[in-house]
């Protein structure tokens, strides 16, 4: 019988990113910019590392990786882990999210990936205004 409940109430649950015709939860974008934020943390810091300490491109790889996995796993059940503005707007446009939702999501997956931004330019010792070379010089 528990296994005839647990199923019915997942058939219940809305699909992760809301229902299509539900208005966006504060925790649907907790969930995108959090997750952003974590995928970009690691990637964004793993570049930078090997730019200034000499990481590996392997490590690189990993880093990202590891990020990626990291921001999906932190917002899968909060909002579907589109973490990825493309993610969204692709999902809406076959039907599958609500067009409502997409610029509220996006603008959480810049919030993140500002925080990220900003967080690894201040943990690198770079100004927040200036250029950031570890992006254009990754790979010279």
């Not at 200034?52 to 790889?61: H, I, N």
């Not at 589109?82 to 446009?93: K, M």
Request: aromatic share 8%; charged share 10%.
């Amino acid at each position: 019988h528990s296994a005839q409940h647990s199923a019915s109430s997942r058939r219940a649950a809305p699909p992760r990113g809301g229902a299509l015709g539900a208005a966006v939860s504060r925790d649907e974008l907790v969930g995108e910019a959090t997750g952003t934020a974590l995928l970009l943390t690691f990637g964004y810091g793993s570049v930078a590392t090997a730019e200034f300490y000499g990481a590996s491109l392997g490590l690189v790889a990993l880093s990202w990786g590891f990020g990626v996995a990291l921001g999906a796993l932190v917002a899968s059940d909060l909002s579907g882990a589109h973490l990825n503005p493309a993610v969204t707007a692709s999902l809406a446009a076959a039907g599958k999210f609500p067009w409502k939702k997409v610029a509220p999501f996006v603008l959480a997956q810049l919030a993140g990936g500002v925080f990220a931004s900003l967080l690894t330019s201040v943990t690198h010792g770079l100004g927040v205004g200036g250029p950031c070379p570890w992006i254009m010089g990754f790979g010279d």
